[in-house]
C-alpha cells in the first residue's frame, strides 16, 4: 500500500473466456458455442458474437438452439482447461502490477496503486490493456475505481473509470444488480423502485437494514470504497527447476554426474521444504554448438534423497552426446507428488511400514528405464468370488502393494489356466483321467464347492452357470482343481496346486 495515494483497483472482465480459448486455437467465422451437460440436457455454455447475434443464449437448449440455427458448430466445454488459461492471464496481467488475483471463473482483478504512471496514466494502461487482449483473440471489458466492488461492477455493467475519490458519479447509474446481489434481492429492491446503486445510496439505511439485513449495506460501502475489500494475489506454484552454467565446457560422464549431483542436492532441498517428492526428472545438457542432450528419469515411487536418484541418472548420461562439450546443466522435476515427512524408526513407524523398501523401489527404476515402468506388473487381490477376477494386474510404480491378504473362502491354486476338458461322467470325480498325456488316478477329492456366476456382468467363460470344484490328489502326485458344470454336464482342469 503506498501511503498518501488513493487506492485504485483495475477488474478485467473475459465474458467469452472458454470459447475464446478454444477459437484461438482453432478460429471458425461460423456462429460456435461450447456445450455442457446440465441436469441430463446439453446446454450452451459458451457462445462467439456469430452465435449471439442468431438469437442463441447461454443456457439454451442444443436441441432448440440447433432448430434456430443450424450452421452451430459446437464443442464440449472444459472447466479444467479454461481454469488454467485464466492462470496463465493472471501471469501476464503482472506485468501491469504484481498484486493480481483470480475473481471468478472468467475475471482477474488488479490493485495499481502507485503502478500507472509506469504505463503513462490510467488512460493509456487501460488502452494498452485491450490492444494486448485484441490481439491475442479475447473479448475484454474493464472497470477502474477506488475499490475492487467499483471495479468489478464498471467491468460488468459500464465499463469505465469512475473519478478518484467519487465513485457514486459512475457506479450511481447503474442497476443494483452491479452490487453483486442475489436474484430474489434485486428483484426486491425494484418493486421499492431503487433500480440504480444512486437510488439506493440516496435511500434511508434503517428500512433498507431491518428488511435484508447488514448484507446489502455492506456490498454498497465496498462498491463505493467506505468498507475496505481485500485484493488477495494468486500465490505461485512452486518451481522445481535448477540451473548450473559452467565457465569451461565438459565432455566427461563423471563430470557430468558431479554437476548433476550438485543439482540434486538443491532440488532435493527444494522437495523437501515442499514436502513433495520427483516422480519424473528431466536433465538438459546445454552444448557447445546450441545443441542439447536430454535426460529423463522417471521414478517408481517419490523421492527427494539425492543419494538414492543420482545413481539412476548414470545409464541416461552415459547414452548422451556431449558432443564438443558440455556448457549448461539443468535439472527439473517435471512431475511432482505429496510426500510427507514419516517417522523412521519406533513402534508408529513399525506398524505403518510398508512391505516394500527403497530397494525394490530403486530396482523398479533401473529396470523401467530399459523396458519402460508401465512393463514392470504386480498382482493385486480384487473383490470377486470368481477365480479369474480374483485379481488385477497393475503397473508396480503406479499402485500400492496389498497389505490386507488375498481374501479366499477356501485354498486356491498358485497355477491357474483355462479350463481344460477331460473325459467324464457323472458329478462324483473321476477315479481315472487323462490329462495333457497323462494317466491319472484319484487318490483323494475334496469338495464341492460350488461357485456361481457373477450375474450382473457379462463374462462368456461362466454362460453355462454354476460350477462345482473339487481339490483332487492323484496317486502320481499331481494337485489339480477340476469343476463340474450340472448345467452342460462336463469335467474341466482349471488350476494346479504346487
Known amino acids: 500500500m503506498f501511503f498518501g495515494q488513493t487506492r485504485r483497483i483495475v477488474s478485467m472482465w473475459f465474458p467469452r473466456l472458454p470459447s475464446d480459448r478454444v477459437l484461438r486455437a482453432r478460429p471458425v467465422e461460423a456462429p460456435f458455442a461450447l456445450v455442457q451437460t446440465q441436469a441430463n440436457a446439453e446446454r450452451l455454455f459458451c457462445l462467439n458474437p456469430r452465435a449471439e447475434a442468431e438469437g442463441l443464449h447461454r443456457g439454451m437448449a442444443l ?33 501491469y502490477c504484481p498484486w493480481v488475483g483470480i475473481d471468478g471463473a472468467d475475471g482477474l482483478v488488479l490493485d495499481v496503486t502507485g503502478a500507472t504512471h509506469l504505463h503513462g496514466g490510467e488512460a493509456m494502461m487501460l488502452a494498452d490493456m485491450r490492444a494486448r487482449a485484441a490481439r491475442a483473440g479475447l473479448a475484454l471489458r474493464l472497470g477502474l475505481a477506488d475499490s475492487r466492488g ?32 442475489e436474484p430474489e434481492v434485486v428483484t426486491a429492491l425494484q418493486r421499492l423502485g431503487l433500480r440504480t446503486i444512486g437510488d439506493l445510496a440516496a435511500s434511508p439505511r434503517p428500512p ?13 460501502d465496498q462498491a463505493l470504497g467506505a468498507m475496505p475489500e481485500p485484493v488477495t494475489p494468486t500465490a505461485e506454484p512452486p518451481h522445481y527447476g535448477i540451473r548450473l552454467s559452467l565457465p569451461e565446457p565438459i565432455g566427461l560422464t563423471e563430470d557430468v554426474m558431479a554437476g548433476t549431483e550438485r543439482l540434486l542436492e538443491r532440488l532435493c532441498a527444494r522437495l523437501l521444504a515442499q514436502e513433495t517428492g520427483a516422480r519424473v526428472l528431466e536433465l538438459s545438457l546445454r552444448r557447445v554448438d546450441g545443441g542439447a542432450a536430454r535426460v529423463e528419469l522417471r521414478l517408481a515411487s517419490p523421492m527427494r534423497e539425492a543419494g538414492r536418484i ?55 527404476t533401473r529396470i523401467g528405464t530399459r523396458i519402460g515402468l508401465e512393463n514392470i506388473r504386480r498382482l ?15 503397473p508396480a ?102
Open 310 to 364: 543420482l545413481p539412476l541418472f548414470r545409464r541416461g548420461v552415459e547414452a548422451a552426446e556431449a558432443g564438443f562439450g558440455i556448457d549448461q546443466l539443468r535439472l527439473e522435476a517435471v512431475v511432482v507428488e505429496d510426500l510427507p515427512v514419516q517417522q523412521l524408526g519406533g513402534p508408529v513407524a513399525a506398524r505403518g511400514a510398508a512391505p516394500e523398501g527403497p530397494a525394490l523401489d530403486d530396482l523398479v
Open 380 to 394: 493385486l487381490p480384487a473383490d470377486s468370488h470368481i477365480p479369474e477376477r480374483a485379481f488385477l494386474v497393475a
Open 63 to 95: 436441441a432448440d438452439a440447433r432448430i434456430y440455427c443450424p450452421a452451430l458448430l459446437t464443442a464440449p466445454a472444459d472447466p479444467g482447461r479454461d481454469g488454467r488459461f485464466l492462470a496463465a492471464l493472471r501471469r501476464w496481467a503482472t506485468r
Open 208 to 220: 433498507l437494514t431491518r428488511r435484508f439485513g447488514p448484507a446489502l449495506l455492506a456490498r454498497l
Open 397 to 498: 510404480a503406479f499402485s500400492a502393494p496389498a497389505t490386507g491378504g488375498w481374501p479366499s473362502p477356501r485354498p486356491r491354486p498358485l497355477r491357474l489356466f483355462p479350463p481344460e476338458p477331460i473325459a467324464a461322467q457323472g458329478p462324483r470325480p473321476p477315479r481315472r483321467f487323462r490329462w495333457r498325456a497323462l494317466q491319472l488316478a484319484t487318490a483323494r477329492a475334496t469338495g464341492p464347492e460350488r461357485i456361481a456366476p457373477e450375474w450382473w456382468l457379462p463374462d462368456d467363460a461362466w454362460r453355462h452357470g454354476t460350477r462345482d470344484y473339487w481339490h483332487i490328489e492323484t496317486r502320481e502326485g499331481r494337485r489339480l482343481w477340476l469343476f463340474h458344470t450340472p448345467q452342460a454336464p462336463g469335467w474341466f482342469v482349471h488350476g494346479e496346486f504346487p
Open 150 to 181: 467499483g471495479a468489478w461492477a464498471l467491468a460488468r455493467f459500464g465499463e469505465g473509470v469512475a473519478p478518484a475519490g467519487d465513485p457514486l458519479a459512475a457506479l450511481g447509474p447503474l442497476p443494483v444488480a452491479a452490487l453483486q446481489l
